[in-house]
């Protein structure tokens, strides 16, 4: 037990040293996180809800009625991949502009760190209970063939193409993908996480200093890449097909960038 105490004074005494040396150390730090909304490059607010004014990539005129998303394990991790946790989850709402800037203090070194979060709730931890997300019918129910967990993001609103003139309704709903039996398909696929990550480099930490990050949401890409989306086939009762929420998942890979220019 001596050896253990003396083995543990020894390297507490380096480690302080060398801390010291290159003034190394933890300091309390505000992080701030915005949370910005586009239409490509024209900024989107509650003020823009409810009028068909955007242009999707496949030429259908579109109104934003709904748009809030789930973001889990918000985090900064340095060069050594130590994290340091910001938030378990936020669900943004931009129609009631809640939780559109984030603020937390947080005992961190000096340094580089990445920015990274999942968009939605990857694994166990769509499995799990939220006694907020369920008030405000974030959830999906438990007993229905989509086996319950939650929403990534509920996006509502309304579209005319050339076709449908007068506005009719879409429901770009994000969630797990399940295949729903159907006699087309006796064999269901597979359950499949189709929440993703994301991941900005390049946040400085300096001494004695506020962090702000400005993260944006460019909503015309969840209609454009890769895949152009086509709101005359696939607007409403989006949640139970396989195949579109595939779809979102590989067109919300280009959604989110690091402002700069704020």
Same mark, same amino acid.
């Given at each position: 037990m001596k050896k253990i105490i003396f083995y543990f004074l020894v390297s507490s005494f380096f480690i302080l040293g060398c801390s010291s040396d290159n003034d190394v150390k933890l300091q309390n730090t505000k992080i701030t996180i915005n949370f910005n909304h586009s239409w490509e490059d024209e900024k989107v607010t509650k003020d823009d809800f409810n009028d068909v004014k955007f242009t999707n990539k496949n030429g259908e005129k579109v109104s934003i009625e709904k748009y809030r998303y789930l973001l889990s394990n918000i985090r900064l991790v340095d060069a050594n991949n130590i994290e340091t946790? !910001?938030?378990? $989850?936020? @669900?943004?709402?931009?129609?009631?502009?809640?939780? !559109? +800037? /984030?603020?937390?203090? #947080?005992?961190i070194l000096e340094g580089t760190? +990445? @920015? #990274?979060?999942? /968009?939605? /709730?990857?694994?166990?931890?769509?499995?799990?209970? $939220?006694?907020?997300?369920?008030?405000?019918? /974030?959830?999906? &129910? =438990?007993? =229905? &063939? @989509?086996? *319950? *967990? $939650?929403? $990534?993001?509920q996006f509502d609103g309304k579209y005319t193409s050339s076709s449908t003139t007068t506005p009719a309704p879409f429901n770009y709903h994000a969630v797990k993908a399940e295949d729903i039996k159907n006699p087309a398909q006796p064999t269901p696929r597979e359950p499949r996480d189709t929440s993703f990550g994301v991941t900005f480099s390049d946040i400085l930490v300096n001494e004695g200093g506020e962090v702000i990050i400005n993260v944006n949401s460019n909503i015309a890409e969840w209609f454009e890449n890769p895949h152009t989306w086509d709101l005359n086939k696939l607007n409403t009762v989006l949640m139970p097909d396989y195949d579109a929420q595939i779809l979102m998942n590989e067109n919300g890979q280009s959604v989110f960038s690091l402002q700069t220019d704020m």
């Open positions: 946790k !910001l938030s378990d $989850y936020l @669900l943004i709402n931009v129609g009631e502009e809640k939780n !559109l +800037s /984030f603020s937390t203090e #947080q005992l760190y +990445s @920015l #990274q979060f999942n /968009f939605g /709730f990857s694994g166990e931890d769509n499995e799990k209970d $939220y006694n907020d997300l369920n008030s405000v019918n /974030f959830n999906v &129910p =438990s007993d =229905s &063939p @989509l086996n *319950g *967990g $939650y929403h $990534y993001m």
